[in-house]
Each structure stands twice: as structure tokens, then as C-alpha cells.
């Protein structure tokens, strides 16, 4: 149990020392990278199924026991979160070395990654504010180098607003964890789960509403969005896929933990619908208007965040449970559809939906990938969206919270609007001149690994909705989390 | 504008960077029990670089450096998690420490920390971003018009 929660954050952070060491040989930087990636995903599932049967698992780093060391504490939320982005790491891995001419051949990009990876593994796995704060660190670090790495003289503003935008929100964080250690004398989620109890209310909720404002920034929530759609289009397409697909759900787990664990509250709160619905419209109505793959499938992200807001504002282990779900089949989903955008961007080499037409009979390949994606972001059945959203209603109506229901439907619809703009516009009508190039197999292929993996979500959705379910019955009810990290590394 | 050397700068480096080395080197060995270890050590040698960079340029950061800093980050990386995972390989928790005691007949007992092999990689990883600071970042300076 020890080694298999420790191995998610060793193994990438090997990877990077090694790749270094390899900076000359791109073939086993590769080979490298790409076991690494399918090792830690091998981990994932193995911790995975080890925490669901024997319960959560704490390793106290170094021997230092929980309150004063290092936790790195394996939930079966943070279990289900590593083996989905680790299926999506390894899947844009995959493309990125398939497809040519791009960042991934410059030889930086493989250490970098592996870098993202090490982060998004300890943020998901380790049970300390602060080391949640290094974890961001790190991750946020090598996304700056991912994003600015290859970014022509025009996208430069784009990606420094990133840059920018994130280390305001770093500096904030700090500034909380800062706050809350002077307010409880401890940075330990676990014992901090215990002594916010006998702060001051006031405090306690002021503390709450911060966190929530700063991972709200990184999970681009409305109003605080802005950031994504700008900069997320500019960078190559594995970049774009794999922090669409990790990077803004890395902060949706940092909600869930701290405001289940911190700073939990006694039903629905009003408040967090509100902003969950205002982030599902305002996101889908930007989608609408854009007439750019990319573009459109990142206002789709911030609409896509609302649903996973929206489950944790009803506050009950139904909507916590489909807000989990949701984040699963998201992080598999958005990974995917970015990964068709560049596949048609590698055919005709534009991404602007008025300049490409026809691919359905050029390269019904694509199609056939793209299709079940799209379906499955608007929460068409039998698709992994369905799966989440009906999750999602079910809780709402359960919670009597009928309004931002009838608003998530009303967004769903305009998603789905919106995808049949991207079919109408680039798929259907005679082939452009524009399309000569096909794109590699192994892209196409791991691509298609991604799409059967997200229609697999939404086959076995009952018993991934279970095991949501009790991952979400322990984030409701942290007595066994907090007594197998103060136990000290059990 | 070509480089142009200052005397002054650089007899002084030829005094300071050996003994920024060697307090650089004492601050990472008793890093174990008391205040350095690999990062604060890692610095003072990268001060140490970049008094080499003041005097003599990029270049000669280049010339003095045994290793190229690219394997010297690589390594270091490599060796810290080694360290860090030797731990659970021989049953204990990542991380976790081991103590050698050697008793060197007359000069005495000295004892060495698992620590100090991470510490030492800690400190290869941060001379090695500090040279290539200096020696990419630097270097831009000199080759312009």
C-alpha cells in the first residue's frame, strides 16, 4: 500500500532525471517517457483497486509522522482522479510522439511532461495544503514552459495572460495557506479538518471562500474564466489536449477536497449553484459564438466546470458521487475532442470551420472519432456524458433544486448545438482543397484508444456511478481519511 | 558590444570562486544536522558561477564547469529519486533515511546520511539551472551587435 501511493509521484519525477540524462537520443527519451506513463497508469489502477477493497492509504514521507511531515494520503477519490489522467496522460503522450513536426520532437518537451505529470500526481495524492501549493507549483511551472515553449509573436499576450493569471492566483493561495496556518497552527488536511472546527466561524467561512476563489481561478469558474479561451487555442495540440483535459479538473479536485474535508457546510449551497449555472451558460454561449475548433471546445471547458460546481453545491454524496463521476468522464472526453481538433488541423491545417468542409468523405476517420465525443459532451446516451449528467439531474431533484436543474439542461441543449456546428461546419458538404494530409495511424490510434475508453465510461456506468458513489460517502464522512493520515502511515 | 575583461574581477575570482566551492561543499556535508543541505549549498556554488560569469562571461561559465549542465540536472534528478525510492526497495517508506557509522580509527567516527546522497542531488540539480542561466540566458549578451 505504501509503495503503490508513493509510486505515482516517484515514477514521473525518475522519468524526468532520466529523459535529462537522455537529452541527446530522442528515441529513448521516448521510450522513456512513454513507459513511465504507462507504469504510473499501472500504479493508478492497482492503487485503485487496493484503496476500494482495504481503504484509504497514508504514507507519512520519510518517516515524519502526519502532523508535522508530509502526507501523501490515497482516497478512493484520488485514486479514481490519478487513473483517469493517467489514461489521459498516456494517450496524448502517445499522439504527441506520433505526430511530427511539432514541440514534442523538440527535445525539452519530454522532461517537461513528465514534470506536469509529477505535479498533477502529488496534487491528487497528498494530504497537506501546502505541499497542495508545491504540487500547483509544479504543475503550473512546466505548463508555463509547455504553453510559451512554441508560441509565435502573436500568441505571446495570450499565453503571458496565462502566466500572469496563474501566478496571481499562486500568490493567493499561499496567502491562505498562510492565513490558515496562522488561524490553526497546522497545514495538515487532515488535522486541519479537525481543528477548523473550533475556529471562528467568520474566519472559517471567510478561509472557505478564499480557497474557493483560487482554485476557482485555476478551475476557470465564471466569473474568473477569462484566462482559457484566450490561451489554451495557442499552444500545440497535445499541450492544448492534455491541459483541457488535466490542468482546470487538477483544480475542480482541490474544490472538492477542501470544501468536503475543510470547510463543509449543512446543505445546499445557494451560492455555489448560482455560480455553477452562470458558469454553464456564459461558457456555452462563448462557444456559440466562435467559429474555431479550438476556440469553441474552450468555452466548452468553462461550461463543462459548472456541472462539476454544480453537483458540489447540492452538497449530498448523490451530488458529490456525480460530480466525481462527471470530472472521470471530462477529463477523458475534453482530452479527446482537443485531440480530434488537431487531427483535423493535421488534415486541411486549420482549425477555422469555414475554411475546412467535407471531411466525413475525405477522412471518415476522423469522423468516427469525433462523433461519440461530441455526443458524449452534449450527455447524449449511451455516451459517458449521459451517464454523468442524469447522475447530476437525479441529485438536483433529490436536493429540490429545480432551477439550476432546468439551467444545466438549457446548457446541455446549446452544447449540443454547438457540436452540430463543428459536424455541419467541418465534416459535412464536398472536401475542401485543403485536405491533403492524413494524419498518422498511431494518432489516429491513440486517439482511438481515448474515445473507446470514454465510451467504456458510459457502458459501465452503473458501477463506476457506485464506486463514486462511495468515494463520495468518504468525502462526506472523513473519519476514516483523517484517522489513516493521523495514524501515521498505517 | 565585444566582452571585455576586467583585471581587478578577475584576479578577484581566481581567490573567491575555490573558497565559495568549498563553503558550498562544507554547507551540503553538515546539511544533515544542521542549517544547509543540497539547496542552500547549490546556491553558494551557483554564486560561485556567477562571480566566473562576471569576470570572464558565458564562456568561460562553460570552460570551468567539469560536466555539461544538462547531465549535471539529469543526474541530479536521478540520484535524489534513487535515494528516495532506495527506501521502499529496502522496506521502508519513500523518503525515509538511513544512517552509516564509520569509525575511522584515529581520525574518528563519522557518520553519513542516506540524506546527503539526496542532498547531493539536490545540489547537482540547482548548479546545474544556475549554469544554464547563465550560460543561455548570458549568453545572449555577448554575441549581439
Known amino acids: 500500500m505504501n509503495v503503490l501511493a508513493s509510486l505515482p509521484v516517484a515514477i514521473p519525477f525518475a522519468a524526468v532525471g532520466l529523459t535529462l540524462l537522455a537529452w541527446r537520443r530522442l528515441a529513448l527519451q521516448r521510450a522513456i517517457s512513454i513507459a513511465a506513463t504507462a507504469g504510473s497508469l499501472g500504479v493508478a489502477v492497482a492503487l485503485l483497486i487496493a484503496v476500494d477493497t482495504d481503504g484509504v492509504a497514508a504514507v507519512a514521507v520519510g518517516g515524519w509522522e502526519a502532523p508535522i511531515g508530509i502526507a501523501l494520503v490515497a482516497d478512493r477519490l484520488s485514486a479514481l482522479m490519478l487513473v483517469a489522467a493517467g489514461a489521459a496522460l ?243 472526453v475534453k482530452t479527446v475532442m482537443f485531440l480530434v481538433g488537431g487531427l483535423v488541423e493535421t488534415a486541411s491545417g486549420t482549425g477555422r470551420l469555414r475554411d475546412v468542409d467535407g471531411l466525413l468523405h475525405r477522412f471518415p476517420v476522423i469522423a468516427v472519432l469525433f462523433l461519440p465525443a461530441a455526443l458524449s459532451l452534449a450527455g447524449l446516451p449511451p455516451f459517458s456524458g449521459f451517464v454523468g449528467k442524469l447522475a447530476l439531474v437525479e441529485a438536483g431533484f433529490d436536493a429540490g433544486r429545480w432551477v439550476v436543474v432546468g439551467v444545466s439542461l438549457f446548457a446541455s441543449l446549446l452544447t449540443l448545438f454547438s ?35 470514454s465510451v467504456a465510461i458510459g457502458i459501465a456506468g452503473q458501477p463506476l456511478l457506485e464506486l463514486a458513489t462511495r468515494a463520495a460517502s468518504d468525502l462526506l464522512d472523513p473519519a476514516a481519511y483523517v484517522a489513516a493520515t493521523l495514524g501515521g502511515g498505517a | 558590444m565585444r566582452f571585455r575583461p576586467s583585471l581587478l574581477l578577475d584576479v578577484g575570482a581566481r581567490s573567491m570562486v575555490p573558497t565559495l566551492v568549498l563553503v558550498s561543499l562544507y554547507v551540503l556535508v553538515v546539511g544533515h544536522d544542521e542549517p544547509g543541505g543540497g539547496f542552500i549549498g547549490g546556491l553558494l556554488a551557483g554564486v560561485a558561477l556567477l562571480v566566473v560569469f562576471l569576470a570572464g562571461g558565458a564562456a568561460q561559465v562553460s570552460r570551468v564547469l567539469p560536466i555539461d549542465p544538462l547531465t549535471m540536472v539529469g543526474a541530479g534528478m536521478s540520484v535524489a529519486v534513487a535515494t528516495s525510492v532506495a527506501g521502499m526497495v529496502l522496506g521502508a517508506g519513500l523518503l525515509d533515511a538511513g544512517k552509516l557509522e564509520l569509525d575511522l580509527a584515529w581520525i574518528g567516527k563519522i557518520s553519513v546520511g542516506s540524506t546527503l546522497v539526496f542532498d547531493a542531488g539536490v545540489y547537482l540539480v540547482v548548479v546545474g539551472l544556475v549554469a544554464m542561466v547563465l550560460t543561455r540566458l548570458g549568453a545572449r549578451e555577448e554575441t549581439a551587435p
Open chain 1, 90 to 332: 498516456l494517450g496524448v503522450l502517445v499522439f504527441a510522439v506520433a505526430q511530427r513536426d511539432t514541440d514534442e520532437a523538440l527535445r525539452a518537451f519530454h522532461p517537461v511532461y513528465q514534470t506536469l505529470a509529477a505535479g498533477v500526481a502529488l496534487a491528487f495524492l497528498t494530504g497537506d495544503l501546502f505541499t497542495l501549493f508545491v504540487a500547483f507549483e509544479i504543475m503550473l511551472t512546466a505548463s508555463y514552459v509547455l504553453i510559451t515553449h512554441r508560441a509565435r509573436a502573436g500568441d505571446v499576450r495570450a499565453t503571458m495572460t496565462y502566466v500572469v493569471v496563474g501566478l496571481i492566483a499562486s500568490a493567493l493561495f499561499l496567502v491562505g495557506v498562510g492565513f490558515v496556518y496562522a488561524a490553526t497552527g497546522t497545514v495538515n488536511m487532515a488535522d486541519l479538518s479537525l481543528r477548523l472546527a473550533d475556529v471562528d466561524p467568520a474566519v472559517r467561512t471567510a478561509l472557505g471562500w478564499l480557497f474557493f476563489m483560487v482554485f476557482g481561478i485555476k478551475a476557470a469558474i465564471f466569473p474568473l474564466f477569462f484566462w482559457l479561451p484566450d490561451s489554451y487555442p495557442t499552444a500545440p495540440t497535445p499541450v492544448t489536449a492534455i491541459f483541457a483535459g488535466l490542468l482546470t479538473k487538477v483544480g475542480v479536485y482541490a474544490i472538492i477536497r477542501t470544501q468536503t474535508l475543510l470547510f463543509p457546510v449543512e446543505g445546499a449551497s445557494t451560492f455555489m449553484l448560482l455560480i455553477a449555472g452562470l458558469t454553464m451558460v456564459v461558457g456555452v454561449l462563448g462557444a456559440i459564438a466562435q467559429g474555431d475548433i479550438k476556440r469553441i471546445l474552450s468555452f466548452h471547458i468553462v461550461s463543462q466546470i459548472g456541472y462539476m460546481i454544480m453537483g458540489l453545491g447540492f452538497f449530498t454524496v448523490a451530488g458529490i458521487a456525480a460530480a466525481v463521476l462527471f470530472v472521470v468522464h471530462q477529463i477523458v
Open chain 1, 419 to 453: 457540436m452540430t456546428k463543428i459536424w455541419a461546419g467541418a465534416f459535412w458538404g464536398a472536401p475542401s482543397a485543403n485536405l491533403v494530409r492524413r494524419p498518422p495511424s498511431t494518432m489516429l490510434a491513440a486517439t482511438g484508444a481515448l474515445v473507446v475508453l
